[in-house]
């Protein structure tokens, strides 16, 4: 297994497991990225929150329309999970 942990800024730190780069604000997933893609969820925090959500995907109004909802995001990353740590053919 491959494991990073990232101190980005003040509680906004990330991690890379296996090849899946995690942001957290505080303690809480907000954004991933894996296979080239990135994702990130809507705000539903304060400010500081949102200027983690604007460092991971620029902030502009397409970036902010791509947001994902919660249990979307959730459902996302739990694939994205699942799929680093899947065996691989040998």
Excluded: C
């Amino acid at each position: 297994m491959n494991l990073n942990l990232s101190q980005i800024a003040n509680n906004f730190t990330s991690v890379n497991i296996n090849g899946v780069r995690v942001w957290f604000s505080y303690e809480t997933a907000i954004g991933f990225a894996f296979a080239g893609n990135i994702v990130v969820r809507q705000n539903v925090w304060g400010t500081t929150t949102g200027k983690h959500l604007n460092r991971i995907d620029g902030g502009d109004k397409t970036a902010k329309a791509n947001r994902v909802g919660s249990d979307d995001f959730t459902e996302m990353l739990h694939l994205a999970m699942s799929s680093a740590f899947a065996p691989t053919a040998s």
